[in-house]
């Protein structure tokens, strides 16, 4: 029988398979991820306290939590909303920026700023030779277009809706025809929001403009006083803080201002007196 043949099998040594690319994804969101904490830890370390509340809550909640620390921005740039607890010191600012202009600070007894549950209520008194408008007029003179020509400086750069709104005392016209306090509340309040549109609000941000002729008193007791003739602004709460309001009153939620002063007596009409 003949001889089988003598297989030999050899083996070629050679470069190993290919590994393929998985390190490379993997090294890529390590990546991503340090750059991402980088941020943060700077974040963290070059804002305010607020903030920072802010930016961890995001990052807890970013569908909740993030909303209810006022991390919403508006379309006016960087600015948060001003919170009901930061009423207080945008009052604060607001004085201090008054008290700078020599010719408004003799008009100071005649401004109050008051938080109240509407909001930051900020009041111009008139005085009873009138002080921001001429008696029976709707004309700011120039004490009223100085002082609102201010307000709207300092508060154009605050992303929430200011309302403004219109007062008289109690004594009625006696002019023909049809003008009343109603009127001229109404038209005090669309005098000053016509100036402070002009000296720098948005054209969304008064979102109301209320005449009450005297229908709202700031001096019970005496309804000619002359401080019951103003104009107020207010800078409204945002959404949560009116939302947390739930305590308060009826009437408070419904008018937002305080208790009305008892001790200011006497006063003139603000227009001609009933004969």
Do not use: C
């Not at 949560?240 to 419904?254: M, R, Y």
């Amino acid at each position: 029988m003949p001889t089988p043949p003598i297989i030999v099998i050899k083996k070629k040594s050679g470069h190993g398979g290919h590994h393929g690319g998985a390190w490379k994804v993997a090294y890529a969101d390590f990546v991503t991820a340090m750059m991402a904490l980088f941020i943060v830890l700077w974040l963290l370390s070059s804002s305010s306290k607020k903030e920072q509340l802010a930016i961890s809550g995001y990052f807890r909640d970013p569908s909740g939590t993030g909303k209810q620390m006022g991390t919403s921005l508006t379309a006016t740039g960087e600015n948060l909303q001003i919170s009901k607890q930061d009423m207080a010191s945008l009052k604060e600012q607001l004085q201090k920026s008054i008290q700078k202009m020599n010719d408004l600070e003799k008009l100071r007894k005649n401004i109050e700023m008051t938080v109240t549950a509407e909001g930051l209520r900020i009041e111009l008194l008139e005085s009873e030779k009138g002080t921001f408008f001429d008696s029976g007029s709707p004309a700011l003179n120039q004490s009223g277009q100085e002082l609102l020509a201010l307000l709207a400086e300092q508060l154009k750069g605050v992303p929430n809706h200011l309302s403004i709104e219109g007062h008289t005392d109690s004594r009625p016209f006696t002019s023909k025809g049809n003008y009343s306090n109603w009127e001229l509340s109404s038209d005090r309040a669309n005098a000053a929001r016509r100036l402070m549109q002009q000296s720098g609000l948005r054209p969304d941000q008064v979102t109301q403009v209320r005449g009450f002729a005297d229908q709202r008193l700031r001096n019970l007791k005496d309804s000619a006083d002359p401080a019951n003739r103003r104009v107020s602004i207010i800078v409204q709460y945002i959404a949560a803080d009116i939302n947390a309001a739930g305590t308060l009153s009826e009437d408070e939620k419904d008018s937002g201002e305080s208790k009305p002063s008892a001790g200011v007596k006497g006063g003139t009409n603000d227009g001609p007196k009933k004969e």
